[in-house]
Nanobody
């Protein structure tokens, strides 16, 4: 019932920018904490950015300053603006919605590839 659909991934050169979007349906979007995670080969899944229903944000140290998470409750969408991309940002990026610790949903992921 709950569906999260990511878009905006692709191939970009180092130093470039991408904007990821995650459109949610089947849940009360405004009540969900939203987050972006990423998984790169040989690495554990890591939290990239998080935004609460109230709009408070947090970022992994590796992406601070470069990435910005935001949400538009009217559009049921969360965004991840990624600037100054580095090859080490290459990963599958996943959108996550959480209304509670036991009500968590994931998108299918979108590939971000940053070339040197």
């Amino acid at each position: 019932q709950v569906q999260l659909v990511e878009s905006g991934g692709g191939l970009v050169q180092a130093g470039g920018s991408l904007r990821l979007s995650c459109a949610a349906s089947g849940t009360i979007f405004s009540r969900n904490a939203m987050a972006w995670y990423r998984q790169a080969p040989g690495k554990q899944r890591e939290l990239v950015a998080h935004i609460t229903p109230g709009g408070s944000t947090m970022y992994a140290d590796s992406v601070k300053v470069r990435f910005t998470i935001s949400r538009d409750n009217a559009k049921n969408t969360v965004y991840l603006q990624m600037n100054s991309l580095k090859p080490e940002d290459t990963a599958v990026y996943y959108c996550r919605a959480a209304m509670s610790a036991t009500s968590v949903y994931w998108g299918q992921g979108t590939q971000v590839t940053v070339s040197s």
